[in-house]
C-alpha cells in the first residue's frame, strides 16, 4: 500500500483526506496546535522539524493542507503569510525531490481577480490580496517538486473536521435567532471539504498529475448561500440581511465574481461537481449521528 503523509491533518481538508484515503492508502498525518490521536506534531516553516519527519514517514505522496489561511490576518501580517504559503511550501517540494514524492498542493480561486468568475484550468490567476498573491506563488513553489498535482478549491465546509467553516456558523447563529448580515455581491462556489478528498483519492489512484478545479456545482453568492442553508435546514431566512462587501472594511479584497469549473476533473475522473444539496444531506447525516 502506498504511504501518504498529510500536512495539516488536523484541518478541514487534511481531516477529510484522512477518512476518505484511509481505505486505499497507509497514511500519516500531522497536526501544529491542535493535538490529535494519532497525529505527529510538524511545523512545516521548520525545516529541520520537516526534513526529520519526511525522513522517518518516507512517504510517496504528501498532501500539504497547512497554510496561513485567514484572508485579512493575511493583509496585515504579509510576512507571516509569505513564510508559510510561500517559503515553506518550496522547503516540502525540496524534500518531496529528495524522496521522489508527489506533492499535492491545495490552492484557492482567490489566485484569481473575481472579475469574470468562474474559472477553469486556463484562465490566468491575479491576485488582489496578500493570501491571494502568496497562495499563487506557492503554486508555483509547489511545480518545483518533480512530480506535482495542484487542486484549486474555494469556500470550503464541512462537518466534524474544523466548524468555523461559514456553513457551520450560520447553521448556529440561525439556530440561536442571531441576526446575520451576508455579503450579496461575492460570489464563489462552495465546496464540501469531504468532495475534495473523494477528488483527491480518484486523481491519485489514477496518477493524475497537473492543475485541476474541485468544487461544488453551484456558483453563488454568500447571501444567497445564507438562504439555501436556512431552507434547508429548516431555519428562519428572515434573520439573514444582504449587504455590500464593501460594507464590511474587511482588511482585504476579494474576488467578487470568483467560483470554479470542475468540467475537467469530471472528463478525466468521472466525478462530476458536488450539488449543494447533496453537500447538505451529507451534513445533515453527520449532525445527526452526532446528535
Ligand atoms: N477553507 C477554504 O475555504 C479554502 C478554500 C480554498 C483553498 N483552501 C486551502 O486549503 C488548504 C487547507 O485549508 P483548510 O480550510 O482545511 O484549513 P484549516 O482548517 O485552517 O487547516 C489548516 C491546517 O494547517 C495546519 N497548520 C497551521 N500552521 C501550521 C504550521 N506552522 N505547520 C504545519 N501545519 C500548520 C493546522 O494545524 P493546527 O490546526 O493543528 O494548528 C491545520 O491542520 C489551505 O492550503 C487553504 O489555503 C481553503
Redesign the pocket.
Known amino acids: 500500500m502506498e504511504k501518504i503523509l498529510i500536512?495539516?491533518?488536523?484541518?478541514?481538508?487534511?481531516?477529510a483526506c484522512m477518512n476518505v484515503l484511509a481505505a486505499d492508502f497507509k497514511l500519516v498525518g500531522?497536526?501544529?496546535?491542535?493535538?490529535?490521536e494519532n497525529l505527529l506534531k510538524?511545523?512545516?516553516?521548520?525545516k529541520e522539524n520537516l526534513e526529520s519527519v519526511m525522513k522517518s514517514v518516507k512517504p510517496s505522496v504528501v498532501i500539504?493542507?497547512?497554510?496561513?489561511?485567514n484572508v485579512d490576518y493575511c493583509e496585515t501580517h504579509p510576512l507571516e503569510a509569505k513564510k508559510?504559503?510561500e517559503d515553506?511550501v518550496s522547503s516540502v517540494a525540496f524534500e518531496c525531490n529528495k524522496i521522489n514524492a508527489k506533492l499535492v498542493?491545495?490552492?484557492?480561486?482567490?489566485v484569481f481577480d473575481g472579475q469574470d468568475g468562474p474559472y477553469t484550468e486556463e484562465d490566468i490567476p491575479s491576485p488582489i490580496s496578500i493570501?491571494g498573491r502568496t497562495?499563487y506563488n506557492?503554486e508555483l513553489n509547489a511545480k518545483k517538486a518533480g512530480k506535482w498535482l495542484i487542486i484549486?478549491?474555494?469556500?470550503?465546509?464541512d462537518y466534524g473536521?474544523?466548524e468555523?467553516?461559514f456553513v457551520v456558523r450560520t447553521i448556529e447563529r440561525l439556530k440561536n435567532n442571531e441576526q446575520i448580515k451576508v455579503q450579496s455581491d461575492l460570489f464563489a462556489s462552495p465546496?464540501l471539504?469531504t468532495h475534495i478528498a473523494n477528488a483527491i483519492r480518484l486523481l491519485l489512484l489514477a496518477k493524475k498529475s497537473g492543475l485541476y478545479n474541485v468544487c461544488g456545482q453551484e456558483v453563488m453568492s454568500r447571501s444567497q448561500l445564507a438562504t439555501q442553508i436556512a431552507v434547508f435546514f429548516k431555519l428562519n431566512a428572515k434573520l439573514i440581511t444582504p449587504i455590500k462587501s464593501s460594507e464590511l472594511n474587511l482588511a482585504a479584497s476579494r474576488p467578487l465574481r470568483g467560483g470554479l469549473i470542475s468540467k475537467k476533473l469530471e472528463l478525466e475522473v468521472g466525478l462530476p461537481a458536488m450539488p449543494l444539496q447533496t453537500a447538505f444531506s451529507l451534513i445533515q447525516k453527520k449532525m445527526d449521528k452526532n446528535g
Open positions: 500536512i495539516g491533518a488536523s484541518g478541514q481538508i487534511g481531516g500531522t497536526y501544529f496546535s491542535h493535538a490529535k510538524l511545523d512545516f516553516t521548520d500539504l493542507a497547512s497554510a496561513l489561511t508559510m504559503n515553506a498542493y491545495i490552492s484557492t480561486d482567490y493570501y497562495k506557492g484549486r478549491t474555494g469556500n470550503v465546509f473536521f474544523d468555523k467553516n465546496t471539504a
